[in-house]
C-alpha cells in the first residue's frame, strides 16, 4: 500500500476506534466547551483568531481544559500551518528542523520546556514561527522569560459542570448512546473541570453499561467510586452539621464532614471561606492565632488545590476545633450595630477629629487630644466615642484561653466599665 494511503487509512481507523476524547476534539471555536470570556463572540482571543492577526501566545490552564484542542482549532480557522511538537519526545534537532520548514511555512508549535525554548526563540523573534505554548504550570516559571516577553499569556479555567455535561451530552449524542441524568450530573461533578477525564469515565462506563442506557451503577463501577447524594439540602445541612461540629470543639466530627464535603465534590473555596468566619464568629480572642490558621488554609487552596489542598483544610479544622471558644468578638459587633441602627448618631467628640489640615485647630479639631505614647505606660483614659453611646459595653472578654489574659489587661485600664467575671 502506497505510504499517503496507509496514512489515510490509519487515520479513518483511529477515527473510528480511538480514544473517544481525542474523537470528540471540537474543530470550530463553537465547539469548544467553556473559556467563554476568551471564545465567546467579541472576546479578546476570538476576535484575534478571527481576524487571522494572532501573534505567538502561551495558554495557561488545569488539564482537560482545551489547550490542544483550541491550538489546532486555531490552526484550521487561521491561514497557518500547524506542527505539533510533544515536549516530551522532541528535541533541540527537531525544533531546528522545524524552523527551517517554517522559512517556507508559518507554523504553530505547541508543549515546549525551558530546554527546548532557546533553541525556538530565534525564529519567534523573526515572525517564523508563531508559538502557541499550552502549559499547565505557571508559565512565569515553566517559560523563558524571553520568550513569554515575546508571548500573549491567556488562561484557561476549568470546565464548570454545565460546561462538562454538555460535552458529556454531545458524547452520547455522537455514540448513539443515552444516560440518566444523575449519571451525567455525577460524572460531570467528579471530573475535576477536565473534559478529557469526564470522556475518558463516559468511555469507561459505556463499556460496562453494553447496549443498555448509561446508569449511575455503571458510572460509579468506571470510576471506583460511590456517589454520595448530596443536593442543595444536604449542601446546606452538612455544612451546618460542619460549623457546628467545629464549634463543639469535636475535630473527629468536623475532620468527618469535611471528608464527606470533599467526597461529593464540594467547592474548597467555599468550606475555607467558612473556617475563615468561624475563627473570628466562634473562637476569635480566645485564640487569635485561629484566624491566621483558616486565613491561612484558605490561600493554600489557592495555591495548591485539591486534593493536596485537603490537608490544610484539615489541619485548620482539627486547629480551631481544638481551640477555646469565644463569640465575644463577633458578639461585640452586632451589639454595636444595633446601637447604630437603633440610637442617634452622636458628632465624633472635637478631640478626635482630623486635625492634620490648616486652620483646624481654630475649630477645635484635636483640640485637647492626649497622645497615648506620650504617657509612661503608654495609655491615657479619655473619651473616643459620642456622649450618645459612651459607656455602653460591646466587648465582654470571656475567661476562655488568651481572652482571659485580654479581659485582665481591658479590666486594669477601664475599672468603671468592666468588672470581675
Known amino acids: 500500500m502506497p505510504p499517503d494511503l496507509f ?3 490509519m487515520r479513518e481507523r483511529l477515527a473510528a476506534t480511538g480514544p473517544l476524547a481525542d474523537r470528540l476534539r471540537p474543530r470550530t471555536l463553537d465547539q469548544i466547551a467553556g473559556q467563554r470570556h476568551l471564545l465567546a463572540p467579541g472576546a479578546p482571543l476570538r476576535t484575534l483568531i478571527e481576524a487571522d492577526r494572532l501573534s505567538s501566545v502561551i495558554l495557561w490552564g488545569p488539564p482537560g481544559t482545551g489547550k490542544t484542542t483550541l491550538a489546532r482549532v486555531i490552526a484550521a480557522t487561521t491561514e497557518r500551518s500547524f506542527e505539533s511538537l510533544s515536549a516530551v519526545s522532541a528535541g533541540v534537532k527537531d525544533v531546528r528542523e522545524v524552523s527551517e520548514r517554517a522559512r517556507r511555512q508559518l507554523a504553530e508549535v505547541h508543549r515546549f520546556n525551558k530546554a527546548q525554548q532557546d533553541a525556538l526563540l530565534p525564529s519567534v523573534e523573526e515572525g517564523l514561527l508563531t508559538l502557541i505554548g499550552a502549559t499547565t504550570e505557571n508559565p512565569y516559571f515553566e517559560v523563558n522569560a524571553p520568550l513569554l516577553s515575546r508571548s ?12 462538562l455535561v454538555a460535552v458529556i451530552r454531545r458524547a452520547l449524542e455522537a455514540e448513539g448512546r443515552d444516560a440518566d441524568a444523575d ?30 442506557t448509561v446508569t449511575l451503577a455503571d458510572v460509579e463501577n468506571a470510576l471506583s467510586t460511590r456517589a454520595i447524594r448530596y443536593g442543595q439540602d444536604e ?6 452539621a460542619f460549623i457546628k461540629s467545629i464549634r463543639g470543639s469535636d475535630p473527629d466530627a468536623g475532620l468527618y464532614w469535611l ?78 450595630q444595633a446601637d447604630v441602627r437603633d440610637r442617634p448618631a452622636g458628632e465624633v467628640p472635637p478631640h478626635l477629629r482630623d486635625a492634620h489640615y490648616r486652620s483646624a485647630a481654630t475649630l477645635g479639631h484635636g483640640v485637647g487630644y492626649e497622645y ?10 479619655q473619651a473616643h466615642r459620642p456622649a450618645e453611646v459612651e459607656g455602653r ?29
Open 393 to 421: 459595653v460591646y466587648y465582654e472578654p470571656s475567661t476562655h484561653g488568651r481572652e482571659a489574659s485580654v479581659g485582665q489587661r481591658l479590666r486594669a485600664l477601664w475599672p468603671e466599665r468592666y468588672s470581675e467575671p
Open 7 to 9: 496514512t489515510a487509512a
Open 152 to 163: 500573549t499569556l491567556f488562561r484557561l479555567e476549568p470546565l464548570t459542570s454545565d460546561d
Open 235 to 240: 449542601h446546606y445541612d452538612v455544612v451546618s
Open 259 to 336: 471528608a464527606r464535603m470533599l467526597a461529593a465534590g464540594e467547592d474548597a473555596r467555599f468550606i475555607a471561606r467558612r473556617l475563615v468566619i468561624l475563627a473570628s464568629e466562634d473562637i476569635g480572642m480566645a485564640d487569635p492565632m485561629a484566624l491566621v490558621v483558616a486565613d491561612a488554609a484558605a490561600r493554600a487552596v489557592e495555591f495548591v488545590g485539591l486534593p493536596e489542598a485537603g490537608l490544610n483544610l484539615a489541619q485548620a479544622v482539627v486547629h480551631l476545633a481544638t481551640a477555646p471558644k469565644s463569640n465575644r468578638s463577633a458578639a461585640g459587633l452586632w451589639a454595636a
Open 183 to 212: 449519571a451525567v450530573a455525577f460524572l460531570a461533578d467528579r471530573a475535576g473541570g477536565d473534559a478529557r477525564s469526564a470522556l475518558t469515565g463516559l468511555e469507561v462506563a459505556l463499556a460496562l453499561a453494553g447496549e443498555a
Open 372 to 381: 497615648p505614647h506620650d504617657a509612661p505606660d503608654g495609655f491615657v483614659a
